[in-house]
């Protein structure tokens, strides 16, 4: 896993309310962890997008345990981004922290009874497409996730765009089209990020999603930092 540049990361977040970072995951991981996909062993339970509103495609939580890159990233990632989102807990007033280590985050979730495991294998084919939505889960949440392109634009895909869109009070909302190639990751907020406005830091509300597949098969690894009730 390439280290990330966390101050640009951190300052991507603050001022679009993303961050990309390039190359996370090599083009052996992406092909390693897309081939899973038909290995219902692997999972613990499916979502049909259109049997619930949704949108259109697929996708597969992971069973425990984890696949060794998927439990790497959580763990890996998770310190700096607990910092990232601990500095926003305070400019957004919000009383909740986050631990260092992502053992004793986990730990406060199984403790609430949030003990199913979320990160997620996601397929779109052609005409496919994901609602804009917010991953909650249960009460305690962290505020960051991310997703990893498994796919080749172009080359396996046409269409599918990672979109993310920011309500802002009483101001219409702004949308973010994020391109990615194989292997890179977009960093994002869960349902919420700061803002500094002319009177100080406000909230904004956040929903991503995924636009219309055009051609071809896209998978998608995503990585959320809080497990599930």
């Not at 290995?39 to 697929?58: C, I």
């Not at 890159?69 to 763990?75: E, G, H, I, P, S």
């Not at 053992?103 to 495991?117: E, I, K, S, V, Y």
């Amino acid at each position: 896993m390439r280290v990330p540049d966390w101050r640009q990361i951190e300052d991507d977040l603050n001022q679009y309310g993303c961050a990309v970072v390039p190359g996370l995951l090599n083009r052996a991981q992406c092909a390693a962890l897309a081939a899973q996909y038909d290995d219902a062993s692997r999972f613990r339970s499916k979502v049909v997008m259109q049997r619930h509103g949704f949108g259109q495609g697929e996708y597969q939580y992971w069973a425990h345990p984890l696949p060794d890159t998927v439990a790497a990233l959580r763990t890996e990632l998770y310190p700096p981004l607990a910092a990232i989102a601990n500095r926003w807990h305070a400019s957004m007033g919000l009383d909740s922290r986050f631990p260092v280590a992502h053992a004793d985050f986990l730990a406060r979730c199984h403790a609430a009874g949030q003990t199913r495991p979320t990160p997620l294998l996601l397929r779109y084919r052609k005409g496919d497409y994901n609602c804009l939505h917010q991953d909650l889960y249960g009460e305690h949440v962290f505020p960051l996730q991310l997703a990893v392109l498994l796919s080749r634009p172009q080359d396996d895909f046409t269409g599918g765009e990672f979109v993310l869109t920011e309500q802002r009070p009483r101001m219409q909302s702004r949308a973010e089209v994020v391109p990615l190639a194989q292997g890179d990751a977009v960093l994002f907020p869960v349902a919420q990020r700061p803002v500094n406005g002319t009177r100080g830091s406000y909230r904004v509300n956040m929903r991503h999603g995924v636009s219309r597949l055009r051609s071809g098969l896209r998978h998608t690894l995503g990585i959320i930092f809080h497990d599930a009730s």
